[in-house]
Structures are given as structure tokens and as C-alpha cells.
């Protein structure tokens, strides 16, 4: 995850004041080599460099076409035509995209799946549309993947997007960002990267220090669940990239080893080791009561990935 990493820090460290951009989308998708159509959603935080460049930190979800459910988080540097005034403006924008995919082993014994991560090139162009007087802006974007080995896509996809308050960006909302620690407990929902997606109860108890003006550092106590898929329960620790878009609402990124005390059901080698990756908002309430709401993946070497969606609240000291 290096070179999203790096991209992620180059978004957090950017010192502009330019208005930051957050847009969800939805759309179609079609794969090249398998002649599939299927449905593709994504998110996107943006960061203006001056007039013509920016930045973007992206989730992409390809899908679910027959034989692969792909998805993944990518980094991408914008040349765009012009500054966000009301009406139209287009950019185009290259950069890498780590993807996990849980591919179809067409096998009737043994394993029938298997979760495959690496690196593909992404491409993307858009035309945005800014509405007068208003934060708010459509966009159309299509986005072209090509990871070496696997199928090809192309989506195309509609955004609802808002611009907040250009800040610097560190963490407004402290006296001092060496003051902030909270604990906060989550509950939600996990779901086995698997074919069939098996899904459980799941529950985290968070405990996160501010370490810097854009760096956070965490340990989580995970329990996900206990039907065979998901029966895996340990303690993670991570380092966050941390942005503030105004002085409630912070978006993050989080990376980090996840050791496991217990591990799902599965045939072959099973690791006590694997990864997590985490995308999450925090909104402060108020000084000392602060929301929280993530995603997270599991990543390992022995094809039990999971997505963990956990939403909670926590008290900050």
C-alpha cells in the first residue's frame, strides 16, 4: 500500500487553502474481457493545488460481475481546466490503484474462492458542474482500470459532491492536537469477502491519540463475530493520515497489522497476522462527545478477507 500511503501524506502535508472536495457516485461498469455489465459505486476525497492540479484519495467498487466482486482504494493527480466557478469544468487524472479481489475458483472441491490483492493503473476524466451560489456540484466521471493479468473495466458514474471551507487542514477543533485521545466503542455489521458474503455481528473498542496536527495513532480491540467465516478476534494498531474538512467533520486514512488471538475456519495454512486498512469520518459533537463511523478491510495471506462497517460514539480526554 506504499504508493497510496505516500499519496494520502502528499494530501494531508498540502498546505493550500482551497476549498476540499468530497463526492460519492454511482453508475454502471463493463468488463472488457468478459463482455459483463454491472453496477460500480465510489467515493472520492479531493485536494486543489492552485488552479489547474489536484489531488485525489478514491474507493472504487467494481461490481459484481460472475466471476470476480473487486474493489479498492486508489491515489490520482488531476490536471483540471479551471478554477470551481459556477458551471462546468473538466480534468483528467492517472495514477495507481490497489485493488482486493475475490475470484471464482470454478472448482466443485476445495477451495472455491480466493482473495487476490495488487496494483493496476487507473485513468479517469470528468466533467463537473457547479451550481451558482452553492457548495453543492454534479459530476460525471468515467474511470478506466487495467491491472496486469486480470480483466480490464470502464466505468461510468454519476457524482453528488460538496465543497467545504478551504482550512489548513490540521485539527482546528483542539487547543492543542497533543491533547487529543478519546475512546470510543462501535458496533455494525462484517461481511466475509467471499462469493456468498457472509455477514455478522461485529463490535470494536477504539482507542486513538493524536500524535500530530495530521497524524493519529490507534489500537482496536476487534471481535468479528463467530460463525465459521468470521470467527477471527485480536487487536490492531494503526497510524492515520487525518484531515480536517472544517472544525467538526475530519476524514481519515489508517493502515496498520492486525493480530489475531483467533481465526476463522478454513482449509490450508491459517496466519495470526494480517492487515488493516481503515477509511473513517469523525464529527465532534461537541469538546468531549465525538461520532465516528468506518470502513474497514481486513487483509491476509490465506483468503478470509473481510470489509468491517462499524459506526459508534466516543468520549475524547
Same mark, same amino acid.
Given at each position: ?54 489531488? +485525489? ?119 492543542? +492536537? ?140
Amino acid at each position: 500500500m506504499q504508493r497510496t500511503l505516500f499519496a494520502a501524506a502528499a494530501l494531508a502535508v498540502a498546505g493550500m487553502t482551497s476549498a476540499q472536495e468530497v463526492t460519492v457516485y454511482g453508475g454502471a461498469l463493463r468488463v472488457k474481457e468478459a463482455d459483463e455489465a454491472t453496477f460500480s459505486a465510489g467515493a472520492s476525497y479531493s485536494h486543489p493545488l492552485g488552479e489547474h492540479f489536484a489531488l +485525489s484519495l478514491d474507493y472504487l467498487n467494481e461490481g459484481h460481475p460472475l466471476s470476480h466482486h473487486r474493489d479498492g482504494v486508489a491515489s490520482q493527480l488531476w490536471v483540471r481546466s479551471g478554477s470551481n466557478a459556477p458551471g462546468w469544468s473538466f480534468g483528467a487524472g492517472i495514477g495507481q490503484y490497489y485493488y482486493f479481489d475475490t475470484s471464482d475458483l470454478h472448482s466443485t472441491t476445495g477451495a472455491r474462492y480466493t482473495n487476490d490483492h495488487g496494483w493496476a493503473n487507473i485513468y479517469s476524466v470528468q466533467a463537473t458542474y457547479h451550481y451558482p451560489d452553492s457548495r453543492w456540484y454534479n459530476q460525471l466521471l468515467v474511470t478506466r482500470i487495467t491491472p496486469s493479468g486480470k480483466d480490464s473495466t470502464t466505468s461510468l458514474m454519476l457524482g453528488v459532491g460538496y465543497q467545504f471551507n478551504g482550512v489548513k487542514g490540521d485539527k482546528l477543533h483542539l487547543d492543542g +492536537s497533543s491533547a487529543d485521545e478519546a475512546i470510543t466503542l462501535m458496533a455494525g455489521q462484517g461481511i466475509t469477502n467471499s462469493l456468498r458474503s457472509e455477514t455478522a455481528a461485529i463490535a470494536a473498542l477504539e482507542y486513538r491519540r493524536a500524535v500530530g496536527r495530521y497524524v493519529d495513532w490507534t489500537v482496536t480491540a476487534l471481535y468479528e463475530g463467530n460463525s465459521a467465516q468470521s470467527k477471527r478476534n485480536g487487536v490492531a494498531t494503526q497510524l492515520w493520515l487525518i484531515r480536517s474538512l472544517n472544525q467538526k467533520v475530519e476524514l481519515g486514512m489508517g493502515a496498520g497489522p492486525y493480530f489475531n488471538a483467533q481465526v476463522p475456519d478454513g482449509e490450508g495454512q491459517r496466519s495470526h497476522r494480517a492487515g488493516l486498512v481503515t477509511v473513517g469520518a469523525r464529527y465532534h459533537i461537541d469538546r468531549r462527545v465525538v461520532a465516528e463511523a468506518t470502513w474497514n478491510r481486513v487483509v491476509t495471506d490465506y483468503h478470509r478477507d473481510a470489509d468491517l462497517f462499524l459506526i459508534g460514539l466516543g468520549y475524547s480526554f
